[in-house]
């Protein structure tokens, strides 16, 4: 860090799961309710560009630990081990001295289920095995074009009010264990923690209970609006991922079902902000707030039916764009809004940056600290990529963010550029233009320095095969990688 502190920081970093920062009352949103977050930003700092490395959770929560791009740890989707040869800030922050912890929802696969966490708090809400692995090679060997359901998470019936649900449950436990933790903390803190806490909210299915529903009943509900010529601008990427999500058949735009989807998306970030808020006082309560950096962010966010879509995957804004937030204890820098573009993969290095880890103890990473974005020092024009290649799309497919200019790259396809100053909604396709052809050239040319994309193909190819095989044995051996927390009653309660 860029100043002296008294002793090593905590860390509280609350992650949420397809929160898009465009349905936040702590960025900008006039509605959706966050008083937690709001309070968080006035305290802190906000980031107002920042993206996911991939706009999928288990790859994305994979780069970010290691602050490194998906293809170059081959984490390709949600089915695609983490090796436990990379390193992440865990693994980092324990040799410094933290008590590495973490609550909730990992998204790790594979038999390493710690990654350099002293230990987790509760298991996985989603297998940690290769059952997700879809069956993607044709005859030849190739990728093909699948088709899903996930439309029917986002429609009438299956939105709305419910008295409970397996997401609730799973949350409620992730967050009943980072409390007792917290508390716990304050009784004897004799180490420097690192706590991540991991809420599955607000990913679908969008269930929420009636008093969350109620809170929304008054309230202007924005819904998407559908130019005429909109599928016209659709990429090949669009309709590969279309077919996937199944909205190509699956009509999604019907007014009232945006509207049910919309209040119930609502409430459950509210839900997710009350949440944030108790472990903030649970701070205050135990002492620990003078001594902790509290950071939240999320994997990706949700498109919510813009543009008759939904899910992630997209590099549309509100599939790609994230929201990040980071409160120093004693209010440095606070009220400060970077504008910068940054990459969720950046919070690696920053973490290290927190705990005072030495350059020279550090392996390259591909993430960069926003430390210097923070403090004013780094005052450079940063650009960011993120990157999709498997579930529901044929090529590898990459994205750049430059300065005003959103440049979108399929591998032997027709590419798009967008102006997000002049066309936020993204909507015209500047590729075709002439004017904007060395633009085009230059974004094109960085992608291509950066990435290999028949090497990423072949990888990924590989990767299915391997993993198609090792599925089937698991599922004859009955193998399971799930975590399973461990208590030891012994220790608990009056004994």
Known sequence: MSRETPQKPNVLLVMADQMTPFLMGAYGHQVVKTPNLDRLVEGGVRFDSAYSPCPLCAPARASMVTGKYVSNIRCYDNATPLSCDEPTFAHYLSNEGYETVASGKMHFIGPDQLHGFRTRLTTDIYPSDFKWTKDM??????????????????????????????GLR????????????????????????????????????????????????????????????????????????NKWHN????????????????RSYYGLVTYVDNKIGKLIQALEDNGLRDNTIVVFTSDHGDMLGEKGMVQKRYFYEWSVRIPMIVRFPDGWKRGVKVSQHVSLMDLMPTLLDFAGVEEKDRLPVDGKSVMGLIDGS???????????????VLSPCFMIRS?????????????????????????????????????????????????DPDDIEKDTVRSLRQRLLIKE???ENNTRWDYSPKFDATKQYVR
């Open 378 to 392: 780094d005052t450079s024009d940063r650009e960011v990529f993120s990157e999709y290649h498997i579930e529901g």
């Open 247 to 262: 909205v190509d058949e699956d009509d999604v735009k019907i007014p009232e079902g945006l509207y049910n989807l919309r």
């Open 137 to 166: 090679l044709d005859d030849r060997g190739r990728k093909k074009a699948l088709r899903s359901d996930f439309s029917h998470s986002y429609k009438t019936p299956n939105v709305g009010v419910r008295p409970w649900s397996q």
């Open 170 to 241: 799973y949350d409620e436990e992730t967050h009943f264990r980072s409390m007792e933790y917290l508390y716990d903390k304050g009784q004897s803190q004799d180490a420097p923690f690192l706590l991540l806490v991991s809420y599955q909210h607000p990913h679908e299915p969008f269930h929420v209970t009636k008093d969350l529903w109620d809170m929304y009943g008054e309230a202007q509900i924005d819904i998407p609006e559908y130019p005429e010529n909109m599928e016209e601008t659709f990429s090949i990427m669009d309709r590969w991922l």
């Open 403 to 451: 300065g005003k200019y959103k440049y979108i790259y399929i591998h032997n396809e027709e590419s798009q550029l967008f102006d997000l100053e002049e066309d936020p909604k993204e909507l015209t396709n500047l590729c075709a233009n002439p004017a904007f052809r060395d633009v085009e050239q230059r974004l094109r040319s960085q992608i291509l320095a950066e990435f």
């Open 473 to 475: 044995a698991m599922i």
